[in-house]
Structure formats: structure tokens, C-alpha cells
């Protein structure tokens, strides 16, 4: 194993645990919702943050979770710039497997991946491609450093995580990302074309058409009702990102030890994100007061808010994935959901890069070369 590359584990010392329990049990709720039947007019239901935070009580095993994430191997990277990385490889059994590198965004973690590693690696189905799957956080997120100056962007996670994956032994690979990876990916996508071959997003912002001004374009109902979404998450749900991009310590001081604001902070933007049929099950639950922990037990909610303050403002994304250096030029797919933040349409996202135009397509230049690294 190379000096750079160290083996990891999850392991939250009992303290910790108990602790945040302690605190739990010791926080005081607001005694009742902002003004009679606020509902959801004023942020999330005073319903749902008191059930959350009884959950989290009473139905909340950290150390269940904490046995889920050790069944993929963990590492820590430190690269040339003296960034650590943490990272996880899942890596699949098979000869043929696909290398995927897979990044997170806010409010997310390599957590969120918990689902995914173990099916995409080693599938029941034969017949379905398997990948070796690696999964970093991002700089100051979880257990990697936070960044190691100022105005640190995207773009330099995306060259640390391109370094990662050829020391990993993989020349070429394919990634996948949404939310804030979808920079990362599209760093990849345009500039580092030797090495990332394929694209997958599930969050690509791009210029919708103006519903006011429809010209000789016939504007679907997909369209129509995706625009009205966007229009709507930049108008009235941007609150949280306005005080991130703009005083992060601010913010950062006050949920840092504070168990209730973070849940609050990060599970708003999951339910918003989420169709109503997600947010009834129960992994929903679990898997947002899992990350809530995770976020406190790292000390990482300060940190993780240095992606909105050094990097472009959600609306410009649209222009800046238009802008021709950004283009992606190897071949990229997207899959929109209509409840995600900032949904889009085919002939929007085709205009910022390679957009494949049907599914099937075998995608041959990385299922050849299986990584002999140890880790």
C-alpha cells in the first residue's frame, strides 16, 4: 500500500455517542408552532421537527449505521497539496467491473451512497455491469480535512479526486453525482476527458425556456411544470444558502454543538427534496438522522458551507454549465426527478455538453482494466 493511501474505520468513540444522547435528551423545543396553524408556511411542520427529534431519541441506533458503513472498506488519502481525503472502495469481485467514482453534495455525505455501493459492486443479476466503486468526502465534509485555504473551489476537489483515482490504479473511469457534485462532475467531464470517459447526473442546471416569451419553441408540460418548480425553489427556499455563501461562521458557531439546529438545517432540505411518498418511509427517517450525526460528531457543519461561499451562486448555474470551457465533452446522461431542487428538461441539459440520447449504450473503455491496488 502507498505511503499516501492508509486504511480507515468509522469507529465514534462511546463518549461521543453518549453524549449526543445527553444532549438530546436535555435540549428544550419551542413550546408550540410560530403562530396558530403555521403548517409549512414558515419552514417545516412543528409536527414534523418535534416527530424527527423524538425519533431520534427513542428509535436512533448510531452504532447500527456505524456497523452498515464499515462493511466497505475506508482510507484516508493525503494528497500532494496536504489535503487528507477519506474515502471508500467498494470493489467489486468481478474482472469486467466498471471504476465509478460516485461525490456527494450538501446536505449529503459519502452516506448517502449506503444504499448503492454494495448492489452496484457485486450485483445479484450477472448479467447487470459491476463497478468498483469509490466514494470521497469532499473537503470538510465527514472525516476529511477541511479545505487547506481559501477559496478553495470545486474545481481543486475535482483534480484531488482525479489524482485519487489514478493512484487508485484507475486511468479511466466514469462518475456520478448530483447537487453540488454536479460541479465536480462537470470539471471532470471538460477538462480531465483522458481519465473520466462518462458522465451520470441527477442534478444538471441548465436555461429553461421562459414560459412568458415561448417564440417558436413549443414548451412541453414537463417543461412548464419543471420551470415553475425552479422558479419556485430560487424565490422562496434560498434562505439557507444566502446565509452560507455569505457568513459561514456565523451560522457555523451556532449549529456546531447544537443537535437540534443541525437536524433542523439539513433535514429541511432533505424532505424539500423528496417526494411526499419518500418522506413516509421509514430509511427516510433513519437515513436523515443519520447524517445529522454524522455531521455532528465530525464537527463538519461549518466547514461543508464553504461549497456555497467559494463557489458559483445557484442562479448562475445555468450559465455557468453554457459557458464553452465548462462544456462536457465526453459522453454524459442525466435522470430528472421533478422534486428535486432545480429539475430540468432534455433539450435544456443537451445544450451544455454530450448529452446521450437513449439508455442501452455499453460503454466498453473502463470494464477492461481491474485495479491491482490492495485498498
Known amino acids: 500500500m502507498t505511503e499516501a493511501i492508509k486504511p480507515f474505520q468509522v469507529n465514534i468513540p462511546d463518549e461521543e455517542v453518549q453524549r449526543l444522547h445527553r444532549k438530546l435528551k436535555d435540549t428544550r423545543l419551542p413550546l408550540r408552532e410560530i403562530v396558530p396553524d403555521a403548517g ?11 416527530g424527527l427529534y423524538e425519533a431520534w431519541i427513542n428509535d436512533f441506533d448510531w452504532y447500527e449505521h456505524q456497523a452498515q458503513l464499515n462493511t466497505a472498506p475506508h482510507f484516508i488519502y493525503t494528497h500532494g497539496e496536504g489535503i487528507k481525503i477519506h474515502f471508500l472502495h467498494a470493489k467489486s469481485k468481478r474482472e469486467d467491473a ?7 453534495g450538501w446536505p449529503g455525505s459519502f452516506f448517502e451512497f449506503n444504499r448503492v455501493w454494495g448492489p452496484l459492486s457485486n450485483p445479484k443479476d450477472n448479467s447487470a455491469p459491476a463497478f468498483n466503486v469509490v466514494v470521497p468526502s469532499l473537503p470538510g465534509y465527514a472525516f476529511s480535512d477541511w479545505p487547506p485555504r481559501a477559496n478553495w473551489t470545486l474545481q481543486d476537489s475535482a483534480k484531488v479526486f482525479d489524482d ?11 462518475f456520478q453525482g448530483g447537487d453540488w457534485a454536479h460541479r465536480v462532475g462537470r470539471e471532470l467531464g471538460s477538462k480531465y476527458t483522458e481519465s473520466c470517459q462518462l458522465i451520470h447526473f441527477n442534478f444538471a442546471p441548465s436555461r429553461l425556456p421562459d414560459l412568458s416569451r415561448r417564440g417558436s419553441r413549443e414548451v412541453t408540460s414537463r417543461e412548464a411544470e419543471v420551470r415553475r418548480r425552479v422558479d419556485d425553489w430560487l424565490e422562496s427556499h434560498m434562505g439557507y444558502a444566502i446565509e452560507m455563501r455569505t457568513r459561514p461562521h456565523t451560522i457555523g458557531f451556532a449549529f456546531n454543538d447544537n443537535l437540534m439546529g443541525i437536524l433542523m438545517w439539513i433535514g429541511e432540505k432533505y424532505n424539500e427534496a423528496a417526494g411526499p411518498e419518500s418522506q413516509k418511509q421509514c430509511y427516510w427517517t433513519q437515513h436523515i438522522l443519520a447524517t445529522a450525526s454524522l455531521y455532528y460528531f465530525t464537527d463538519c457543519i461549518m466547514p461543508s458551507m464553504l461549497c456555497y461561499y467559494d463557489n458559483v451562486r445557484h442562479e448562475d448555474f445555468a450559465d455557468f454549465a453554457m459557458e464553452p470551457h465548462n462544456r462536457i465533452t465526453v459522453p454524459f446522461g442525466y435522470t430528472s426527478f ?5 429539475p430540468s428538461s432534455k433539450r435544456a441539459v443537451e445544450l451544455t455538453g454530450s448529452l446521450l440520447q437513449r439508455a442501452g449504450r455499453r460503454w466498453p473503455l473502463c470494464c477492461s482494466r481491474r485495479s491491482r491496488r490492495h485498498y
Open 338 to 342: 421533478f422534486w428535486d431542487t432545480e
Open 164 to 174: 485519487l483515482m489514478k493512484l487508485l490504479g484507475y486511468e479511466k473511469y466514469m
Open 98 to 104: 466498471i471504476p465509478l467514482l460516485m461525490v456527494h
Open 40 to 50: 409549512v408556511r414558515y419552514g417545516p411542520s412543528y409536527a414534523w421537527a418535534k
